[in-house]
Structures are given as structure tokens and as C-alpha cells.
């Protein structure tokens, strides 16, 4: 009788152990979240969109990107990111980030010149970088589709000047995928 209360004590501990594995497993499969933001498009006109892969059940590095288009066409912002997710699932529930916006604008400020003896007004493109912090929450539903809205705010510490904004942020009200 006691070996045979072992045995069954012994399957039921493999048998628990195999389905918290194989639960493990479901949401390790899509590990990689695109995502686009519908909204900066028509409004903007601004590319918003990123990619996020999901390194474990807490934790996702990705990249955020904006790309000015049309009459916005002189901003590009890359946003490398970490993500520390403090609720849901694998990659999806509320999060907390922190990411690097590397910027690169086209300014205009006035430049004295000699020939002219008085100032002038210049244009010139110039790469920025900077630290920030983000929070959000990102949600996935059946067949793989996701919701994410968050956002966040950095300040520029390389290459600013006084003619320059020193605050830079990214937002994300996008739909995505998960694969």
C-alpha cells in the first residue's frame, strides 16, 4: 500500500511538474512583439513603431523608432529600451523602461558671418543622444494580435546646445503582432 501511495505521489509531482513546463513553453513560443502606431500616421505624418523581444517571463529589449514623414521629414529618433515587466504574462502586462533616444534633427539657428558682417540664418542636421525612463502596458490577445500604449521622457545629454530643446520623449498607442 505505501508503494503504491508513492508511486502515485511521485506520477502526480512529475504529472504537475510536466504542465507547468509545457505552460512555460506556450508563452516562450512568440517571443518577438511588433508593434505600429496607427494614430502618429494619420496625424502626424510620423512612422511610430518598434520591435521588443521578450528575453524571459519579466524582462524585453527592443527598439523604438520615429521617422518624420512629409513636412515632418527632418526628425529621426532610434530608442534602444529595456523593459521590466511587473505584471501579466511572458512580454505582455504593465511595464516600467528605461531607453536611450539617439536623435537626429534639422535645426535652424542664426550663424554670424563674416562676409556679411551680420547673422545668418543656417540649417544643419545634428545627432543628439540621451536617458530616459517610459512606463506602459502592452496586452495580447487571441491570435497573437496586441495592444500597447505607453510612453516616456528623456533628457538630451550629448551634442545639445543652447538653441535646442534638451527634453525628448517617445509614446506608443499601437497595435502589433506577436511571432
Known amino acids: 500500500m505505501k508503494r503504491t501511495l508513492l508511486l502515485w505521489g511521485?506520477?502526480?509531482?512529475?504529472?504537475?511538474?510536466?504542465?507547468?513546463?509545457s505552460k512555460r513553453e506556450r508563452a516562450v513560443?512568440?517571443?518577438?512583439?511588433?508593434?505600429l502606431d496607427p494614430i502618429?500616421?494619420?496625424?502626424?505624418?510620423v512612422l511610430?513603431?518598434?520591435?521588443?523581444?521578450?528575453?524571459?517571463?519579466?524582462v524585453g529589449l527592443g527598439l523604438h523608432s520615429l521617422l518624420g514623414l512629409g513636412a515632418m521629414d527632418e526628425m529621426i529618433q532610434f530608442s534602444p529600451f529595456g523593459r521590466l515587466y511587473v505584471g501579466g504574462s511572458h512580454g505582455a502586462g504593465f511595464f516600467l523602461e528605461a531607453f536611450v533616444p539617439i536623435t537626429n534633427k534639422e535645426e535652424t539657428f542664426q550663424k554670424f558671418s563674416d562676409i556679411h558682417a551680420n547673422y545668418i540664418e543656417a540649417t544643419e542636421r545634428?545627432?543628439?543622444?540621451?536617458?530616459?525612463?517610459g512606463l506602459g502596458g502592452k496586452w495580447l490577445f487571441k491570435r497573437n494580435l496586441m495592444l500597447e500604449v505607453g510612453g516616456?521622457?528623456?533628457r538630451k545629454l550629448i551634442n545639445t546646445t543652447e538653441n535646442t530643446e534638451s527634453i525628448t520623449g517617445k509614446w506608443m498607442i499601437g497595435l502589433g503582432y506577436a511571432f
Open 126 to 133: 545634428r545627432t543628439s543622444a540621451g536617458l530616459g525612463v
Open 40 to 45: 502618429s500616421l494619420i496625424a502626424g505624418p
Open 10 to 21: 511521485v506520477m502526480a509531482f512529475v504529472m504537475i511538474g510536466h504542465a507547468q513546463e
Open 48 to 58: 511610430n513603431f518598434s520591435y521588443e523581444r521578450a528575453i524571459n517571463e519579466d
Open 152 to 154: 516616456g521622457i528623456a
Open 29 to 35: 513560443a512568440r517571443p518577438n512583439h511588433i508593434m
